[in-house]
T-cell receptor, first 116, second 112 residues
């Protein structure tokens, strides 16, 4: 399958600081990437759709000013959690489809964020 | 009614048995269905995709789709302890582009 790489895999930050998470498609170009959040023993919740060269589309209830998404190239999307608080601690995962007509999504390794 | 529903489990099966995982969805117009496996602390891994009614087999895995009943299932033959994981059913809803809607997942435990 297609390879999606996410970095970092684990990060601990202090309350009030910002954290940037990178998602790269290694062997294909992705005009769209997706960002999810997963709390322990819960399913994946879509946060936003990242669109190359344009604004991200956020799901209802997700604060766009808190979760900044940038998709500046066809292989890289970033999620920045701004002014992080302990309640933002979660597992953040990105996914991408190898082609707009390809419905199979491949996931990055995930980023475990802990805000202390 | 949730858009994609799964029993949370845990579903326990003995090693070598067939594990049957079920998923129902509410959007009758959905055309794309997926099963992902997620080990604890890891991200989801695609196992199967299915788009047409009937069965689709890949190794020990068989996906079954019945659009009339809005039901998709995953069978795992000769279950192994390494199959112990959470299995997520995902659906692309009508008009959703490539956006996946996930069920809550079924935890499978394969016992020695």
């Amino acid at each position: 399958g297609a390879v999606v790489s996410q970095h970092p895999s684990r990060v601990i930050c202090k309350s009030g600081t910002s954290v940037k998470i990178e998602c790269r498609s290694l062997d294909f170009q992705a005009t769209t990437m997706f960002w999810y959040r997963q709390f322990p023993k819960k399913s994946l919740m879509l946060m936003a759709t990242s669109n190359e060269g344009s604004k991200a589309t956020y799901e209802q209830g997700v604060e766009k000013d808190k979760f900044l998404i940038n998709h500046a190239s066809l292989t890289l999307s970033t999620l920045t959690v701004t002014s992080a608080h302990p309640e933002d601690s979660s597992f953040y995962i990105c996914s991408a489809n190898p082609g707009p007509m390809n419905t199979e999504a491949f996931f990055g390794q995930g980023t475990r964020l802990t805000v202390v | 009614q949730k858009e994609v529903e799964q029993n949370s489990g845990p579903l326990s099966v003995p090693e070598g048995a067939i594990a049957s995982l079920n998923c129902t969805y509410s959007d009758r117009g959905s055309q794309s269905f997926f099963w992902y496996r997620q080990y604890s602390g890891k991200s989801p891994e695609l196992i199967m995709s299915i788009y047409s009614n009937g069965d689709k087999e890949d190794g020990r895995f068989t996906a079954q789709l019945n659009k009339a009943s809005q039901y998709v299932s995953l069978l795992i033959r000769d279950s192994q302890p390494s199959d112990s994981a959470t299995y997520l059913c995902a659906v692309i809803l009508t008009g959703g582009g490539n956006k996946l809607t996930f069920g809550t997942g079924t935890q499978l435990k394969v016992e020695l």
